[in-house]
T-cell receptor, first 117, second 113 residues
Framework: NAGVMQNPRHLVRRRGQEARLRCSPMKGHSHVYWYRQLPEEGLKFMVYLQKENIIDESGMPKERFSAEFPKEGPSILRIQQVVRGDSAAYFC???????????????FGPGTRLTVT | AQKVTQAQTEISVVEKEDVTLDCVYETRDTTYYLFWYKQPPSGELVFLIRRNSFDEQNEISGRYSWNFQKSTSSFNFTITASQVVDSAVYFCALRGGNTPLVFGKGTRLSVIA
């Protein structure tokens, strides 16, 4: 029973390029969350998605960042025109169910470490 | 707004010592969940425990124990007889209602042989 998969594990981009981070949730999970961890910081929520829907994007920067979770395939976090400040670890988590059931555990992937040079 | 404070940025202990990591939280929700995660040097996040706001019983799992006190809004984590493999960053997190996880900034624990 595979856990949450993220790829790539490490990604290096030059300033101005695009970064695409992928997350495959655990089997049976239809909710995906993206978090960002800046160096020496805790994780900060970015966006919460269900299949084909963005539920909460209150933590997403207004520009250059977008996320999707299509009917088929992994969730994608896309960062356009990356800058040095985007260098961070990006974690994806998935859960089976949520809504008012705040007990539903989020299982985290291993993260993607983005370095912008 | 929800907030998690881990006042200890870094702690160093000698192997076999006991160590307590503090976590204080703020929330207006009456139902909420508290979590601890471990992040070893390899970088992944390892789930340690989840506790709901209605269950104030302390929990013990091997060398790990958790002390949840609603009166002081604290959810402290104690490692007994620490080992070098316990060296990691430990995060306390909170989730209430229909909200995402809110993490503290973490405490870096170094256990020295």
């Amino acid at each position: 029973n595979a856990g949450v998969m993220q790829n790539p594990r490490h990604l290096v981009r030059r300033r101005g390029q695009e970064a695409r981070l992928r997350c495959s949730p655990m089997k049976g999970h239809s909710h995906v969350y993206w978090y960002r961890q800046l160096p020496e910081e805790g994780l900060k929520f970015m966006v919460y998605l269900q299949k084909e829907n963005i539920i909460d994007e209150s933590g997403m920067p207004k520009e250059r960042f977008s996320a999707e979770f299509p009917k088929e395939g992994p969730s994608i976090l896309r960062i356009q025109q990356v800058v040095r400040g985007d260098s961070a670890a990006y974690f994806c988590a998935s859960s089976r169910n949520t809504g008012t059931a705040s007990s539903d555990e989020q299982y985290f992937g291993p993260g993607t470490r983005l370095t912008v040079t | 707004a929800q907030k998690v404070t881990q006042a200890q940025t870094e702690i160093s202990v000698v192997e076999k010592e006991d160590v307590t990591l503090d976590c204080v939280y703020e929330t207006r929700d009456t139902t909420y969940y508290l979590f601890w995660y471990k992040q070893p040097p390899s970088g992944e996040l390892v789930f340690l425990i989840r506790r709901n706001s209605f269950d104030e019983q302390n929990e013990i799992s091997g060398r790990y124990s958790w002390n949840f006190q609603k009166s002081t809004s604290s959810f402290n984590f104690t490692i007994t007889a620490s080992q070098v493999v316990d060296s990691a960053v430990y995060f306390c997190a909170l989730r209430g209602g229909n909200t995402p996880l809110v993490f503290g900034k973490g405490t870096r624990l170094s256990v020295i042989a």
